[in-house]
Nanobody
Framework: QVQLVESGGGLVQPGESLRVSCAAS????????MGWYRQAPGKERELVAG???????NYPDSVKGRFTISRDNAKNTVYLQMNSLKAEDTAVYYC?????????WGKGTLVTVST
């Protein structure tokens, strides 16, 4: 049974940092491309960071320079370090695992950036 479990979300103030994690089980983690997506109320889900099995990363311009994705294959975990958070980063953050056209999603963790 495949499980992706996100953790680490919470309430932070603008300018602060937060790291969210996604622990995977039931897959050969090192083979999978991992991604972090987010969905704000009333908006479509969007990619915020991706990392391939060989460690190549990609980010949209909206988070480039502020967010960093990393993975620990020994722990079957992918991380998203978020710095200089803005109110517009408020969303539910989801983890996705992708391999050979098969996608698995976690249930998400809420990140709220507010004073």
């Amino acid at each position: 049974q495949v499980q992706l479990v996100e953790s680490g979300g919470g309430l932070v103030q603008p300018g602060e940092s937060l790291r969210v994690s996604c622990a995977a089980s039931g897959i050969i983690f090192r083979l999978y491309t991992m991604g972090w997506y987010r969905q704000a109320p009333g908006k479509e889900r969007e990619l915020v960071a991706g990392i391939t099995s060989d460690g190549s990363t990609n980010y949209p311009d909206s988070v480039k320079g502020r967010f960093t994705i990393s993975r620990d294959n020994a722990k079957n975990t992918v991380y998203l370090q978020m710095n200089s958070l803005k109110a517009e980063d408020t969303a539910v953050y989801y983890c996705k695992a992708q391999f050979n056209g098969i996608n698995y999603w976690g249930k998400g963790t809420l990140v709220t950036v507010s004073t």
